[in-house]
């Protein structure tokens, strides 16, 4: 599988396995051990994480697969997130929904993820959401720090507009090195908010969550949802795809901003289909057919 550059020491797969469901696919740490090694296998050396998945709870379940075979992680590269407050039991003193981006709450989080996931650095540490109480100069103040003490190796956000982005860049001597978006054939509106045009510019790789659109593209609901599955349909049959979710996945991939999508299945076979998305060539047109649909009106 295609590796993407994000940094001159850091390449992430195209393909990202995330595990924000982790929680619910009931597996053993053997179980999910297993399905790593397949994931690698198959290209895929990248996963996805936060603090807050699977109410606090996916890191762990991750790190007791990992430390079964530690070994594994030098051939994986790991992506968690913060900033994020939720209210939990497992996090009894959080008494409202809120975001924390400050100094203390990062370097906390980082040092908490690390303890979880039984490793001693991430390769990426992210911030989850825009936080509109942010100092950026504090947050980048926490990277530095982090970075210094080996504990993080490079740092992006997700969900970021390009001001919030070049806010926060503005106060970091580093690179963020992605910028984590919801992107799909239901969800093009970063196409065209200035969102993909601004991580082109600055040669910043993103990666793409919900590529599938939550499972909504297989049901076809609403005007819109019918529109675009008859589209992939219709370019399933003209390609080699085997199914709407490849040309789906494929429809990133084919971009020229080299997107990565994150997947989200526990299931080797549903993995597969973005793997098998990576070796299917859209044309031009093609492309911009399902960009129309998902539009639901000619390019302008």
């Known amino acids: 599988m295609k590796k993407i550059q994000l940094a001159e020491d850091l390449q992430f797969s195209q393909i990202v396995h995330g595990h924000w469901r982790l929680a619910e696919w009931n597996l053993s740490p053997e179980e999910l051990l297993s399905l790593m090694e397949k994931c690698i296998e198959a290209g895929i050396t990248t996963f996805d994480h936060a603090d807050i998945y699977g109410n606090y709870m996916c890191e762990e379940l991750f ?3 990992l430390a079964l075979k530690p070994s594994l992680r030098e051939d994986i590269q790991i992506v968690t ?4 407050k939720l209210i939990s039991e497992n996090r009894p003193n959080h008494t409202i929904k809120s975001y924390d981006t400050s100094k203390e ?3 906390w989080s980082a040092e908490n993820s690390l303890q979880k996931m039984n490793t001693d650095y991430v390769d990426v540490l992210l911030i989850h959401r825009p936080d509109p109480f942010m100092d950026p100069a ?3 103040d926490a990277f530095h720090t982090l970075r210094k003490e080996g504990k993080v190796r490079h740092f992006g956000v997700s969900n970021f507009t390009p001001a919030q982005m070049e806010m926060l860049q503005h106060e970091f001597d580093g690179p963020l090195v992605t910028n984590q978006i919801e992107l799909s054939v239901l969800h093009e509106k970063p196409f065209f908010d200035g969102t993909i045009n601004h991580l082109q510019k600055e040669k910043v790789r993103p990666m793409a969550w919900s590529p599938l659109a939550g499972g909504r593209l297989f049901k076809g609901e609403g005007e819109k949802g019918q529109r675009v599955k008859k589209a992939l349909e219709k370019v399933a049959a003209e390609t080699e795809a085997s199914s709407i979710d490849e040309v789906a996945y494929a429809w990133l991939l084919n971009h020229p901003a080299q997107i990565m999508p994150i997947v989200g299945s526990g299931r080797m076979e549903r993995i597969q289909s973005a793997v098998n998305a990576a070796n ?14 998902s539009m639901g009106k000619e390019v302008d």
């Open 81 to 84: 997130k913060c900033g994020i």
């Open 63 to 65: 790190g007791q697969a």
């Open 280 to 293: 299917i060539p859209l044309s031009r047109e093609q492309w911009f057919y399902i960009l129309q649909e």
């Open 105 to 107: 709450h990062i370097i």
């Open 138 to 140: 504090e947050t980048a």
